[in-house]
């Protein structure tokens, strides 16, 4: 919003820039503990074909690790298809490269492979489920992990780096990520002879169709329409209503505002003929979003919602996916809330 009042302040601009590059640090760290923790709700699960995301992070790998460390790949060409969240998985393999850049201080060679196994060929290292999985293994030559530490890699918040060096989570993250996914991971090491990850993800049903990337333009949220509705807010925190507020007052929406669940069914009830758009968070006093929710429901069953929340559980959320409600995850932006707004518009319309 800042920016928007005064683009043409390049120091005010700047400032803006180091405020939201420390809120996207804050945000992957806590996002990084949810997956530590296996409370990563919300993740968008697509058809993920894990052949194109290693050629897609290559040329990140090439440009910022050493010249003495050398790539190779050794990619199924047939490989089958994988359910998964992309951001996760790119998380998790990025974690792995950079301890293997750490292991090779003298350089060496990184590897990826990926190939399809058959579940009962892995009985050995997991209880697995009867079917088929995908494998991505990244190799080093480095100096090894020791018997005596391996059971502990996994462990959140442990590491052998020096101080300020590493926070111990990069393994946990891969755990985490690969066991959200219904994987599990295999690990071989031999000190000073190299380490490889395994990770196993189960295929993808033969019926799920890849979805083509969304491709945004710089035009997409300037068409935002301005609206002429009236948008109830439910949020208690003081300083993000005051802030919603300003949003959609700019936008020409009238606003009516709530800092607790009861206070916006009274206000839903009482103007509910004008109302267009409910705007909750999930953790409100009093009355919980959830149970918010319910009840506007019940007095409107077509109402448009969107409800935001920094975390939400996964049954949760695949109850408000049943319940045809968008979900805005916290931190977003102003272009995040009205792209959100028109697609709930365009699809009820």
Known sequence: MLTEHDAQNTEINESVAVINDTVKRGSALIQQLLTVARKTGGAELESVNLNILVEGLLPLIRETFPKTIELSCALQSDLPAIMADKN????????LCVNARDAMPNGGRLTFKTQSVDGAALQHVSETIAGRYVCLEVSDAGVGIDKSIRERIFEPFFTTKDKGQGTGLGLSVVYGVVKNHGGFVDVESKPMAGTSFRLYFPSAPFEVIAKEPAVETATETT????????VLLAEDEASMLR???KLFLR????????????????IYQQHKEEIDVVLLDIGLPKISGRDLLLKIRTENPDVRVIVTSGYIEPAMKSELDQARVEFLHKPYTPDDVFKTLRRLTETAS
Do not use: F, M
């Open 251 to 266: 936008r020409g929406y009238k606003i009516l505002k709530a800092t607790n669940g009861q206070a916006a069914l009274d």
């Open 88 to 95: 996760h998985i790119e998380q998790a393999l990025l974690n």
């Open 223 to 230: 068409s935002i329409p301005n609206g002429a509705g009236t």
């Open 243 to 245: 802030l919603l507020e």
